[in-house]
Structure formats: structure tokens, C-alpha cells
């Protein structure tokens, strides 16, 4: 009866929220991360409650001596997760829900799932309904044609003098038809051109030492903000000096993890990049001391906005606890970085319309009196970033 009711009051809409602002760093639906595969969780746990408590504080299970949750710390290393309490029951049923519905909706192979489908199939019906329309326009071209050399030939068998059809090549109007539909299709592929001007979805260039966000955010579980500090003090997340690199560095001079490999799956040997590292900065890893003066490393800049838009790393970290997957993609999965998102305006702009900002117990929005207040008498059940003023022009050009 009681997990009726959960099922029955959960919300996967709010759970993916909650998954992609809190769990997506370290876990995915369908493969393994820094965590285990959430698809099939539930099943896996011998009771509901003791998930709940293992997602509130996963050292207590551990310690309570439960078999599977004992197993679970072991086979990662006993890596202890992040204890989450004050996540509600119905959060946490929220995320079972939409990891339920994430796991059902790629586990049909017959077809995509209609988010990730339809861009696709929008585009493939796009192209088909030019080509049949191309298709029928020389059909009815070739059809004028044809009734104009027939309508001579019933003239001369009349008796009633009929000129001579006008050549396609020479008709007026087919030309100009011609010139018009030339016009259209050129006007569409140069909008489109102009609009991507600036743009550099997927842009990923080579870098002066190879730095795997796979090995260091990824494997080895440094902290975003350990190296990007800035982004939730300040306007940038700011390049990590290479002071901060050399406080691991110093002590580890060898890379033995995993092959590294480029884009182009060129095999990258990680202590040699190491080595680039010390070059940089002048350190002799025999004598454990900087030898000579150190030279900054030219890194080569992958996110950029134009001069006249203006975006806030700390205000989406801090009061719009937005985590870095959002607009950097699985950074954690990633040797090399590209730019995972197109960052237009209407992308951000949709972002702002859907993501729904954590109001409650934030500072941040203590002045939105009266959305407090819906909130309270159950007349709105969330706001959004759009609510508060997130799509008015001032907010991101100045």
C-alpha cells in the first residue's frame, strides 16, 4: 500500500531536476560512472525504506551491516557517497520515478525515445518533404510541357495556326521561377549561416599539454572547484593556475592509470605530459625544487560567449545551484574538452523557461514575497528561473 502511493505521487519531471542538479556527476542511467548503473536500483535493494536511508546517509547503512550495501562500498573502492539529508521521501521517489521512465524509454531497440528521437526524425521528414517537392515540381514542369506540345498538335490537326511552344530554357516564366525558388533555398541556407556565426558547438581544440578532465574530475574524484575557483565566487570559473596543478604534481611525476588517447585516437603518453608540466614551471622532479623560471602555458580558450552577453558562473552555482553537467556536458567522461552545448540565446533562454530554481531555504530568493506565498497555499508547485526574471533582456545583455 505504501508504495502505491509512492508510485502514485511521484513526479519524474521533478525527479530529473533533481537527478541532473545532484547525482548526474557521478552516476547515469544506463552504464557506470563514478557510481553504479541506476537502472533496475529498486529491484536490487531488498527493501524501499533501506534505499531511502542509504541515499540520505550511506555510511550508516554500511555500518548497520546490511550484505548488499556492505558489497556495494567495497566494489568501488570503498568510496563513500555523498550522504543527501535533506532529500525528502518524495524527492527520492521522484528520481526512482524518472530513473524508472529513463530506463523504460531506451529499452525498446525498435526506435528511439521521442526526446531523443525527434530533432532526428524532424530533420529526416524535413529533407523528405523537399525531395518529393522537388520531384513533383519537375513533374508538373515536364506535365506544362507536354500540354503545350499536344495542345499544337490538336491545333494543327484543326487547321488553327498554333506557334510554336516557347523552350524551357526560354520561357519567362519558368525562368523566373527558376531565379525565385534559387532565391528562397539561397535566403535559407544563408539565414541559417548567419545564425550560427559565433557559435562553436563541439569545437575542441588541441591544448599545449594533454589534461584529462576523465582522470583528474572523473577517476580520481578532484573536486571541480578545487581547480576552477572562481566559479562560485566570481563572473569567471576561471583557468587554475599552475601552482594549483603542481600541489598533486610535485608528488606524482608518472602517470599509471589507463591509456590516454586523442580525438584522433592517437595514443598520448601521460608522463610525458607531466614532463611538460615541470617544463612550464621549471621543476626538477630529481632534485624536488624549481631550477629555472617558469613560463605560462598558453591553454587555448573552448567556451566563448560575444563581448556583449553577460554570464555569471557564481550566480548559477551558488543561487541557481546548477551543477557543471548542465551546461558542460559529462565532463567527467571526457579526455579532451569540447564545448558540449551550442550556448546560444534560445538555448539559454529554453534552460531558463524549464529549470525550476531551489526557492526553498535559498537566500537568494527571499524577496520573492509573493511566489513564496503561492508556493505556501498550493497554488503554484515550483518557479522557475523564467518567474523570477530570467528571460528579460537586462538580465544578460547590458
Known sequence: MIASLSVRAADPANGKTLFQQNCASCHNVHKQVTGPALKGVEERWSD??????????SSAVVASGDPYAVKLFNDFNKQVMPGFPSFTDKDIDDILAYIDVESKAVKTPEGPTPAAGAPAESGNNSLLFGVITLILAIVALILMQINSNLNKLAGDKDGVPTPEPVPFYKNKAYIALVILVLFMVGGYFTINGAIG???QKDYMPEQPIFYSHKVHAGVNQINCLYCHAGAEKSKHAMIPSENICMNCHKTISEYGGADLYTAEGKK???????????????WDKKAQAYTKPGKPIQWTKIHNLPDHVYFNHSQHVVAGKQQCQTCHGAITEMDEVHQFAELSMGWCVNCHRTTKVQFADNKYYSIFEQFHQQVKEGKIDSVTVEMVGGTECQKCHY
Open 268 to 282: 598520448v603518453n601521460g608522463t610525458a605530459e607531466i614532463q611538460k608540466l615541470y617544463d612550464h614551471v621549471g
Open 48 to 57: 524501499k525504506k533501506l534505499l531511502h536511508q542509504w541515499i540520505h546517509n
Open 197 to 199: 556565426l559565433g557559435r
